[in-house]
């Protein structure tokens, strides 16, 4: 399967406790972006890398939040002290150029 | 304003019917234009992805591009059930960042 692949597919956390999400995007795509969506809204950025560089991060994203891509291949996003407002589908898109290839999501809930 | 308008629906629709899904913009500077389909609890699909103003067709979907009036719709023909799905707009200036729609809830009926 060369498509975008997420781990996990769903995760239940309790509020306080620390989440890590991993994305594993197209080999040859070098853009990677993580959204967040929740129910009956569109797909919110929080931030996006070019190769391992990350090159901008919404100014939604509280410092709670950190993202990754060592070595330009798979990213993660954890997610400190979760809050229940964090509770979400996350969704990593791998870009070639002018459009995005999403994968299955992470969905977050936090008790 | 949001940067992209769609109407949230939900439409309801049955077999056989043509679709039509539209979304608005506001930033000139859009370039590129795609369409989404979404099921519940999924990740979103890419179903068309335009460059310029005028249509694309891919089998039973037609993407059309306004730029003049800042406009781009979806149609479908021959609606099936398989089609009910959320579908999301997107699009991307020069700049990196896509800008999606709120989706349009589609429920075709048999």
């Known amino acids: 399967d060369t498509g975008v692949s997420q781990n996990p597919r769903h995760k239940i956390t309790k509020r306080g406790q620390n989440v890590t999400f991993r994305c594993d995007p197209i080999s040859e795509h070098n853009r990677l972006y993580w959204y967040r969506q929740t129910l009956g809204q569109g797909p919110e950025f929080l931030t996006y890398?070019?190769?391992?560089?990350?090159?901008?991060k919404s100014r939604l994203l509280s410092d709670r939040f950190s993202a990754e891509r060592p070595k330009g291949s798979f990213s993660t996003l954890e997610i400190q002290r979760t809050e229940q407002g964090d509770s979400a589908m996350y969704l990593c898109?791998?870009?070639?150029?002018?459009?995005?290839?999403f994968g299955p999501g992470t969905r977050l809930l936090v008790l | 304003q949001k940067e992209v308008e769609q109407d949230p629906g939900p439409l309801s629709v049955p077999e056989g019917a043509i679709v039509s899904l539209n979304c608005t913009y506001s930033n000139s500077a859009f370039q590129y234009f795609m369409w989404y389909r979404q099921y519940s609890r999924k990740g979103p699909e890419l179903l068309m992805y335009?460059?310029?103003?005028g249509n694309k067709e891919d089998g039973r979907f037609t993407a059309q591009v306004d730029k003049s009036s800042k406009y781009i719709s979806l149609f479908i023909r021959d609606s099936q059930p398989s089609d009910s799905a959320t579908y999301l707009c997107a699009m991307m200036s020069t700049g990196n960042q896509f800008y999606f729609g709120t989706g349009t809830s589609l429920t075709v009926i048999p």
């Open positions: 335009t460059y310029s103003s």
């Open positions: 898109a791998s870009t070639p150029i002018e459009t995005q290839y």
């Open positions: 890398f070019q190769n391992e560089a990350q090159l901008e």
